[in-house]
T-cell receptor, first 118, second 112 residues
Framework: GAVVSQHPSWVICKSGTSVKIECRSLDFQATTMFWYRQFPKQSLMLMATSNEGSKATYEQGVEKDKFLINHASLTLSTLTVTSAHPEDSSFYIC??????????????FGPGTRLTVL | AQSVTQPDIHITVSEGASLELRCNYSYGATPYLFWYVQSPGQGLQLLLKYFSGDTLVQGIKGFEAEFKRSQSSFNLRKPSVHWSDAAEYFCAVGAGGNKLVFGAGTILRVKS
């Protein structure tokens, strides 16, 4: 149980284009999903918290107009990197919190998406 | 503010040897504590978690961790390491408001 998928697993795009990454909780409902960014040999940096049916909450320094987050259902959140540039190249990981474990901070992570912007 | 310290960036152990990965946290209340493992190019897998009760918690893959309030620690242990345990390990504390605060990670290398 508690499986989170991400699609695509890797993507290469040209500078200036937009890329959408999907995060799905496969066997549980997630009222809250999280988007992280991880640079090589570094820990995870929380970008934003996504709550189903409401606007995402972005961490300080994260451009909300550049990283668009939508959480339209209890099993799907999407991150769209708009007008991507080479500095946006990174490993993006999502996680989901089981609605029935809401008070425990337990997050289940997806396998990540490697974005390379040329 | 909450913080997590993993003092060891790299650890190398021989296959079959015991392992202990250190984690210290800073949090005002009783924390929720987690250990995750990440293989290269992969997401994070939850190894174990502590919420309350018994301070020694068992996880998957033969790992265990002990919560010591007096030392603000939550060290991860395994009695006998396998080559497949080579990965990066992250300690995290539930910081309230849904968020997790992660340590910097410890890379485990296993030598045969």
């Amino acid at each position: 149980g508690a499986v989170v998928s991400q699609h695509p697993s890797w993507v290469i795009c040209k500078s200036g284009t937009s890329v959408k990454i999907e995060c799905r909780s496969l066997d549980f409902q997630a009222t809250t999903m999280f988007w992280y960014r991880q640079f090589p040999k570094q820990s995870l940096m929380l970008m934003a918290t996504s709550n189903e049916g409401s606007k995402a909450t972005y961490e300080q320094g994260v451009e909300k107009d550049k990283f668009l987050i939508n959480h339209a259902s209890l099993t799907l959140s999407t991150l769209t990197v708009t007008s991507a540039h080479p500095e946006d190249s990174s490993f993006y990981i999502c996680s989901a919190r089981d609605r029935w474990l809401a008070g425990t901070d337990t997050q289940y992570f997806g396998p990540g998406t490697r974005l390379t912007v040329l | 503010a909450q913080s997590v310290t993993q003092p060891d960036i790299h650890i190398t152990v021989s296959e079959g040897a015991s392992l202990e990965l250190r984690c210290n946290y800073s949090y005002g209340a009783t924390p929720y504590l987690f250990w995750y493992v990440q293989s290269p190019g992969q997401g994070l897998q939850l190894l174990l978690k502590y919420f309350s009760g018994d301070t020694l918690v068992q996880g998957i893959k033969g790992f265990e961790a002990e919560f010591k309030r007096s030392q603000s620690s939550f060290n991860l242990r395994k009695p006998s390491v396998h080559w497949s345990d080579a990965a990066e390990y992250f300690c995290a504390v539930g910081a309230g408001g849904n968020k997790l605060v992660f340590g910097a990670g410890t890379i485990l290398r296993v030598k045969s």
